[in-house]
């Protein structure tokens, strides 16, 4: 059964460093996701990506962060300069079609900000 | 702004217990709802997702969500628990296909045999 891959599964920066979460969509997946979770807290969107752009972010998603799709597999999250409030887990989904709302998730990389 | 509200944290049963974990959205307009489940170690995956049609939905593993709009809630059911069933739920709510599943904080089962 595909799958959505994400990696590392676990990461260690020091507050500043910029880091760069990576994800393989299920192949023929058109809609792409990433959302977070800090310990004990809910599960929180961050940003949708569709056709090459983002199609919705929330407030979370701030200046720090960007996607890109640099290739035909592999959709990245990068954090420019890490605060110790981005220790979280961070879940990349994907959709072939938003009609009908199911999201496959990641396994999720946890991000350790030091 | 749409929130979804998971009443219970932390759930513990004995096998063969009934479940019931609530489920609460704010937001005036259609809405379409959704239950994931973590396992242990895994990624989250979808129980069942209600749309339009018969508000009692039924979903995999024996679960069911009853959705009550005038209570604004998406309870999730299942008669009877096993060991198994240990695990992370999430209901989830988007209110236009295609926007983005906002969801709660998630609620622990503990099921001990």
């Known amino acids: 059964e595909p799958e959505v891959t994400q990696t590392p599964s676990h990461q260690v920066t020091q507050m500043g460093q910029e880091v760069i979460l990576r994800c393989v969509p299920i192949s023929n997946h058109l809609y792409f996701y990433w959302y977070r979770q800090i310990l004990g807290q809910k599960v929180e969107f961050l940003v949708s990506?569709?056709?090459?752009?983002?199609?919705?972010k929330s407030e979370i998603f701030d200046d720090q962060f960007s996607v890109e799709r640099p290739d035909g597999s592999n959709f990245t999250l990068k954090i420019r300069s890490t605060k110790l409030e981005d220790s979280a887990m961070y879940f990349c989904?994907?959709?072939?079609?938003?009609?009908?709302?199911?999201?496959?998730f990641g396994e999720g990389s946890r991000l350790t900000v030091l | 702004a749409q929130s979804v509200s998971q009443h219970n944290h932390h759930v513990i049963l004995s096998e063969a217990a009934s479940l019931e974990l609530g489920c609460n959205y704010s937001?005036?307009?259609?809405?379409?709802l959704f239950w994931y489940v973590q396992y242990p170690g895994q990624h989250l995956q979808l129980l069942l997702k209600?749309?339009?049609?018969?508000?009692l939905v039924k979903g995999i593993k024996g679960f069911e969500a009853e959705f009550i709009k005038s209570k604004f809630s998406f309870n999730l059911r299942k008669p009877s628990v096993q060991w198994s069933d240990t695990a992370e739920y999430f209901c989830a709510v988007n209110a236009l296909a295609g926007t983005a599943l906002i969801f709660g904080k998630g609620t622990t089962l503990s099921v001990s045999s």
């Open positions: 209600y749309f339009s049609g018969d508000p």
């Open positions: 989904a994907s959709t072939r079609t938003v009609n009908t709302g199911e999201l496959f």
């Open positions: 990506f569709y056709n090459n752009e983002i199609s919705e």
């Open positions: 937001y005036g307009g259609t809405v379409n």
